[in-house]
């Protein structure tokens, strides 16, 4: 797969810097003709970290990847986005994460599965071995802007309640609460941003988001949904439609970076994590559903970041955004109402078929 350079300078501030963890995967997309098309960097913190790594971001991705040729590819596509990457560190306990992303079926446009479709072997994700030398290493990182994680691992929750501490903006996307209750009640108590799906509200509820400034709830085509500090009422945000629906995988991932990116690179509002408001939350989430809309009409989790330098990319989407703030308040705006120029285009051509790389054996290194 190849990967646009980032515009680094995209103003005269600082980059921000984001430190993730969680999932970090090789994700291995299936054609109809049960031919790999693409292979690429995946995973929730995956996406999360390289989006923003593309927007310019400083980023670095702390995790533990198998010694095999999965994670050489993860490795070097970190490192072509210009990430800090000594703290992806590799072990002999580790196998790396291979999802396998498969044409959809029912009108669904992809499923997803850890298991290889060809031998059946499953590399689903593993919690990191501590081998006594990573928390010291890590602890000699400054404290980055936001600290990123979707997996309740030790790493991860010391990480968070530290960096909490430190002043940084901490974000945890669960996928689910899986069953240590106890750690999953801890990350939520560590974090300021929380963002999860609908499909896990009954098993939210009980959850304490006393601590948390802003939860996030998605609710697929229906939109999402917000609400500040613990309040009861919650702030709706409508779906945006697209004129064609090419591949919905990273939506989520594209909805969460184009947040964090509004919200810290102060594109409607000056000032600091400490000015959250009910506004500028609204505004930032609208530019990443603009950023998760405009993915939709790409093949692949990252389809955008390959059409477009980021720069053309912001710009497009703060257009999209500013029209549909002047629009008639409750109705949303297609994303095909820009110009030609604009508008993003079907992905012409795949990358070469590779049937080699169909089955995981060919990762095992």
Request: hydrophobic share 40%; with cysteine.
């Amino acid at each position: 797969m190849q990967v646009c350079r980032s515009d680094r300078k995209l103003n005269e501030r600082p980059s921000p810097t984001i430190v993730g963890t969680g999932l970090f995967a090789l994700d291995v997309v299936i054609d109809r003709g049960a031919a790999t098309a693409e292979t690429c960097l995946g995973g929730s913190a995956g996406n999360v970290l390289a989006i923003l790594g593309h927007l310019g971001w400083h980023t670095v991705p702390i995790g533990q990847l198998g010694y095999d040729a999965a994670a050489t590819k993860i490795a070097n596509e970190f490192s072509r986005l210009g990430a800090d990457t000594r703290f992806l560190t590799r072990s002999q306990h580790q196998a790396t994460p291979v999802v396998y992303q498969l044409p959809g079926k029912a009108g669904d446009t992809h499923e997803f599965s850890f298991r290889c479709p060809v031998c059946g072997r499953k590399r689903g994700y593993k919690p990191p071995v501590d081998d006594g030398t990573a928390m010291p290493q890590l602890h000699s990182l400054d404290a980055p802007d936001v600290f990123y994680f979707d997996r309740t691992t030790p790493w991860a929750l010391e990480l968070a309640e530290r960096y909490r501490e430190g002043g940084t903006l901490v974000v945890f996307e669960p996928s689910a609460i899986g069953n240590d209750l106890s750690s999953f009640e801890q990350a939520i108590r560590a974090a300021h941003i929380v963002k999860y799906a609908d499909d896990r509200i009954v098993e939210m509820e009980g959850v304490d988001f006393s601590a948390v400034e802003v939860e996030i709830q998605t609710q697929g085509k229906k939109g999402l949904r917000f609400r500040m500090g613990g309040a009861v009422e919650w702030h709706h945000l409508t779906a945006i439609s697209v004129p064609y629906l090419a591949d919905t995988a990273g939506a989520g991932d594209w909805c969460t970076s184009g947040f964090l990116y509004a919200m810290l690179g102060n594109i409607f509002e000056n000032g600091g994590r400490g000015m959250l408001s009910v506004r500028r939350v609204r505004e930032s989430l609208r530019f990443g559903q603009i950023l998760s809309a405009l993915n939709c009409m790409e093949k692949g989790a990252r389809g955008l970041a390959r059409r477009h330098r980021s720069v053309q990319l912001v710009s497009l989407a703060a257009s999209i955004r500013n029209t549909m703030a002047s629009s008639v308040p409750g109705r949303d705006i297609d994303v095909a109402n820009r110009s030609d120029q604009q508008r993003c285009a079907p992905t012409a051509g795949t990358t070469a078929i590779m049937s080699s790389l169909l089955c995981c054996e060919a990762f095992a290194g």
